[in-house]
């Protein structure tokens, strides 16, 4: 097939800070061996990028002072230069995210040029990702939340990866009633031979993803000081983008450095993948605090390393994880319950060990990202044969 995917976000520069990009650069990375694909994104600099199977356009995002018209001029902008890829290239079907309504004006064409079907993945929507922010929304972010819906409202065609957020969107944000694809992201697990066991006397606790209320950042920070108390061979890692207007981050990381200077280690955002691989690699414990995920990308990465994940119980990731068989849940927005969580785990080696490896496993077995291309190439074709 010729496919053809529309995100900003496709880290065309090995820069995976947003779960959709690495979605993407999973699924393009398998699908080029079978198929033709082409990518439009952004990047500083226009260009086209060619590889086997893999055709790259790079368009850049508009840079005036106000985002909002950025944002819709970057919206015409598909809606102008799509077609002519679609020509150019062949292509029999398109995917967007939600996020941001990238094919809002496309799909407004009448007569489009494209006679085969444009599909959605669902993600996290920008309602959803700016509901727990307490600093104050920029007309750009409403903007963007009434376009989003518009854009879903007027398809047909969807994609979402759990249960659980196909009924969030159906019953909370979108009020779709539609039929809606459920199909599971998956990961490439890695091989056994090349992971580490930390066989030091000190446990390690990773936590990567943005520094944010969705996150459950902050639950963490204030999970930290009972752990220490209680674990003294516990340190902390903490690895993603600061939101530096936020003044609650900025006073929680301060009161919880200073306390704690030698054990909780704030690393900022990490792009280099071999870094963020040693991390992973070092670690002994991956925490998840969000207070909600669609889905849950990170937990499939950390299981993939065999490391025991403690993440909280929102959104999709109880789908990935059963409680005290390959991962350990807590209920979300309760940084007592996750003090508790980690302070249980890190005194029981044997347990670390017992969920870690059963984890890998369940990567291998349910979550393979080869699962998730064979599933998605049978509903891409139906979607084409018109079925």
């Known amino acids: 097939m010729n496919i053809c995917f529309v995100d900003k976000y496709f880290p065309i520069d090995n820069n995976y800070d947003a779960g959709i990009g690495k979605y993407l650069s999973d699924l393009t990375s398998e699908l080029t061996e079978r198929n033709k694909v082409t990518i439009i994104t952004t990047s500083k600099k226009p260009r086209v990028i060619k590889k086997k199977n893999l055709t790259i356009y790079a368009i850049k995002y508009p840079s005036t002072k106000r985002e909002s018209l950025n944002f819709l001029l970057h919206l015409l902008k598909i809606a102008i230069f799509l077609p002519k890829i679609i020509n150019k290239e062949k292509i029999e079907i398109i995917e967007f995210a939600n996020w941001e309504a990238e094919g809002f004006l496309f799909t407004l064409i009448p007569n489009r040029v494209l006679k085969n079907p444009v599909l959605i993945r669902l993600h996290t929507p920008s309602y959803l990702a700016h509901k727990f922010e307490e600093i104050k929304k920029p007309f750009s972010n409403k903007l963007k939340v009434v376009v989003e819906s518009l854009f879903v409202n007027q398809e047909e065609n969807f994609l979402t990866s759990s249960t659980n957020f196909h009924g969030t969107l159906c019953n909370r944000i979108y009020n779709l009633n539609k039929n809606i694809e459920i199909i599971p992201l998956g990961i490439k697990a890695r091989p056994q031979k090349k992971l580490i066991t930390n066989n030091t006397k000190i446990i390690n606790i990773l936590y990567v993803g ?85 889905f849950g990308l990170t937990v499939l990465d950390a299981m993939s390393y065999r490391k025991t994940v403690v993440a909280s119980k929102v959104g999709g990731i109880p789908e990935i994880i059963t409680d ?64």
């Open 210 to 294: 943005r520094l944010e209320k969705r996150k459950g950042i902050d639950i963490l920070i204030k999970a930290i000081p009972k752990v220490l108390k209680v674990v003294n061979n516990a340190r902390f890692t903490i690895v993603g983008r600061e939101n530096t207007k936020s003044d609650w981050l900025i006073d929680l990381r301060n009161s919880i450095q200073y306390k704690f200077l030698d054990r909780v280690y704030f690393l900022g955002y990490i792009n280099n993948l071999k870094t963020l691989d040693k991390l992973y690699q070092n670690s002994d414990i991956c925490v998840i605090p969000s207070r909600y995920e669609s």
């Open 324 to 387: 005290n068989k390959d991962g350990v849940l807590f209920n979300p927005d309760s940084p007592k319950e996750l003090s508790a969580s980690l302070i249980s785990i890190c005194k029981n080696k044997s347990k670390r060990r017992f969920l870690s490896q059963n984890a890998y496993e369940t990567v291998k077995k349910k979550f393979s990202l080869n699962s998730l291309v064979n599933k998605t190439l049978i509903y891409y074709q139906s979607l084409a044969n018109g079925k």
